[in-house]
């Protein structure tokens, strides 16, 4: 498997493997287009059947989980008995130079997932292109969320995540936006049990210039899959593991979409709405001068060298809207605290004796 960062040079050779081992066309015949650095992007269809998928992953350089998802799916033993009644259109990064760099944007700093009105970018044009060419019978827009959401109670974190996006200010509930929340209910049934956070659903107001509600505004079913944290998953290996059964849940989903749209809203509704409320540390109980204090402190990941680095950053003192963090300390209870906190001017927050240090991934 992948590991979280890699550089997209290597992602080139672990996907040109996957490529060989079903038998397709060499690397080079998959190319699609170039981001604006000239990567190449590519696409790759499997499967013959009468339902289109299209799937694209990363248009955000620094989610690559699903793009490692939708490796391990390509990998499975079982794909061509899941893909029997699909034809499936992969975009496994979209954004190479974003990938390369570990950021959201691409090279012209633009956010490819604010572009979809404006078309700006090469990567833009590019998945509209395949858009219109492949006349998709259902989009997945997949995605990574930082390790800040929790369910609104804050009692646990959210560690995979969907959204049916409106199509339109209203947020009609239109024969797409049912059969997306359809294949959604299906995921957060099949899934529930098998995630040690909760499975979160997105706040849905809409922006037309986001691809998801873009092409929801088109009558085209579209699913928003995010992967998220839970625990001391940085590496986000479990979430990987989610995320292909995932997607596993959704292609065969399509085949049978559930025509009872009532209980389809219900159910829907009911997977629960995330907050962002959630630290990666929370100290509890610091003492300063002014009286005890609780630190809300969160990873800054950063690329060094090829590799992903995690920063603790000091983000805050006392924040209301932080409700709990994948590591809590409360210096009240903690008997290896050495009162040996300490604060750059940047921000940066560590600690040895409660482990707060940089770390690799």
């Known amino acids: 498997m992948l590991s979280r960062y890699y550089t997209y040079s290597q992602f080139e050779n672990y996907f040109g493997s996957v490529v060989k081992s079903l038998n397709g066309s060499i690397l080079?015949?998959?190319?699609?287009?170039?981001?604006?650095?000239?990567?190449?992007?590519?696409?790759?269809?499997?499967?013959?059947?009468?339902?289109?998928?299209?799937?694209?992953?990363?248009?955000?350089?620094?989610?690559?989980?699903?793009?490692?998802?939708?490796?391990?799916?390509?990998?499975?033993?079982?794909?061509?008995?899941?893909?029997?009644?699909?034809e499936l259109y992969i975009i496994p990064v979209l954004n190479p130079d974003g990938a390369d760099a570990w950021t959201r944007v691409n090279a012209n700093k633009v956010d490819l997932n604010r572009d979809a009105?404006?078309?700006?970018?090469?990567?833009?044009?590019?998945?509209?292109?395949?858009?219109?060419?492949?006349?998709?019978?259902?989009?997945?827009?997949?995605?990574?969320?930082?390790?800040?959401?929790?369910?609104?109670?804050?009692i646990m974190p959210a560690q995979v995540s969907f959204l049916a996006p409106a199509g339109d200010k209203r947020k009609l509930f239109?024969?797409?936006?049912?059969?997306?929340?359809?294949?959604?209910?299906?995921?957060?049934?099949?899934?529930?049990?098998?995630?040690?956070?909760?499975?979160?659903r997105y706040n849905d107001d809409f922006n037309i210039n986001c691809v998801g509600d873009f092409m929801m505004s088109k009558d085209v079913p579209t699913i928003l899959f995010e992967a998220g944290h839970s625990g001391f998953d940085y590496s986000r290996d479990e979430a990987t593991l989610l995320l292909t059964k995932a997607l596993?849940?959704?292609?065969?989903?399509v085949s049978n979409i559930s025509s009872d749209h009532e209980s389809t809203w219900t159910n829907y509704k009911a997977i629960p709405k995330m907050s962002a409320n959630y630290v990666d540390i929370l100290i509890k109980n610091y003492k300063a001068t002014s009286g005890?204090?609780?630190?809300?402190?969160?990873?800054?990941?950063q690329v060094k060298d090829s590799c992903l680095y995690f920063v603790p950053v000091l983000i805050g003192i006392n924040r209301k809207e932080v409700l709990n963090g994948h590591r809590v300390i409360d210096l009240d209870q903690d008997q290896h605290f050495k009162n040996d906190l300490i604060v750059t001017g940047d921000l940066e927050i560590y600690s040895e004796s409660l482990n707060i240090k940089i770390f690799a991934n």
């Open 28 to 86: 080079r015949n998959l190319e699609i287009g170039q981001s604006v650095l000239k990567r190449s992007v590519y696409g790759l269809k499997i499967g013959s059947g009468k339902i289109k998928v299209l799937a694209w992953s990363q248009m955000h350089g620094n989610e690559s989980t699903t793009t490692r998802a939708i490796c391990e799916l390509l990998a499975s033993d079982d794909l061509y008995q899941i893909i029997e009644n699909i």
């Open 174 to 200: 239109k024969r797409a936006r049912a059969q997306s929340m359809s294949i959604i209910n299906d995921i957060h049934k099949k899934l529930e049990k098998e995630v040690s956070g909760i499975i979160g």
């Open 292 to 301: 005890n204090q609780s630190l809300s402190i969160r990873y800054h990941e």
């Open 117 to 154: 009105v404006s078309l700006s970018q090469p990567e833009s044009i590019l998945l509209q292109k395949v858009f219109k060419d492949f006349k998709p019978d259902y989009c997945f827009n997949l995605h990574g969320q930082r390790s800040i959401y929790g369910s609104k109670d804050g």
């Open 248 to 253: 596993k849940i959704a292609i065969t989903s």
